[in-house]
């Protein structure tokens, strides 16, 4: 836009018009005063003002010249140079003072307003320095507020803290206690399961030993020697089987079997009856005892009735006691008796020797 402005031809027709040229650079002092009555917007920018200080025409931004004449002549149509040239004194004068004058009511609006501004600055200071105690008080109200709130806060979560942790301690003490009673029921059961067991197993023991003993009689012979043997027999078997052991494997003949406890003494009708039901099984205990057998050979027969009666009787005895030498007064009498009537009499009897009277 200088360009434009120092034109040959531009400068010629300004000089016509008898104008009055101002270049003012943006951001001066003298731009500020301008933009006063007359604002920049945009830069550059060419204003026509005329006498009467109004604008005449404004050109803003890069013109080129010959538009910038045109732009001239436009803004200077119906302007005599005689009036020009008194007006251009005259209002140069005029714009001058007006100038100054509204520098002076500038720096005067600038003074009040910097004297305005400073009694605002310290009101505000002031103001602020009320605010600010009036800020730190209340800070330290909300600070201390804060606290006491965080304060109870904190305890409340602590009794909310000790109060979950007495409700798990609790929890586990029953889950403890569960597991405890559990355990102990589970081992009372294990317990009592394997004495079940173990009383099982006994009684089956009991009742397959009970079985066995049933089915076996064990016998111990205390024989007359005062030897003891032992044999076993089935128990369905007769007792005759007892008393062929032992006339075979001990070579006794006229025995007498007996038990001590209870006292029972076995004679040959009871031969036929099995273990069981001489009540011998499982197990019993039987004395083997030797029986004398007498036999008399008599002569005259006038005393056959005697003898046999005392034969008979002597033999029945001999046979349920066993041999006795308390009876021998029998012997003794009947021999007498035979010397009396003139009889011979032979006398066999069998212990575990054999002898002759």
Known sequence: MIQTWENEDVCKAIEETRSVCLKLEANSEECAQFSVYYPVMTVPTTYFIGFDGKQKLIVAGYVESADFLKKITEACDGVSPSDSASGVDLSINDKVEKAKEKLRQKQEERKFEESQKEKDDELNRRST????????????????????????????????????????????????????????????????????????????????????????????????????????FPS????????????????????????????????????????????????????????????????????????????VNSWRWWWRNGFSFKYLQYYIKLYNLCLEHDLHICIWYTTTTSSSI
């Open 129 to 232: 320095g009320k605010n600010v105690t009036k800020l730190k008080q209340w800070q330290e109200t909300k600070e201390a507020e804060e606290t006491r709130n965080q304060i109870i806060k904190d305890r409340e979560e602590d009794k909310k803290a000790k109060e979950r942790i007495k409700e798990q301690i609790a929890r586990d003490r029953a889950e403890r206690k569960a597991r405890f009673e559990e355990t102990q029921r589970l081992k009372k059961a294990t317990t009592e399961k394997e004495k079940q067991e173990k009383l099982q197993r006994e009684a089956d023991e009991k009742r397959m030993e009970a079985s066995r003993r049933s089915e076996t009689a064990r016998i111990q012979f205390r024989l007359p020697d005062g030897q003891a043997v032992n044999h076993f």
């Open 236 to 311: 369905g078997n007769k007792f005759q089987d007892a008393v062929d052991y032992l006339r075979t494997e001990h070579s006794l003949k006229n025995i007498q079997l007996m038990t001590n406890f209870p006292k029972r003494i076995y004679n040959p009708n009871e031969y036929g009856l099995s273990f069981s039901e001489l009540q011998l099984a499982p197990s019993s205990v039987i004395t083997v005892k030797l029986v004398c057998a007498v036999y008399f050979f008599i002569i005259n027969k006038a005393c056959v009735s005697i003898a046999r009666k005392f034969y």
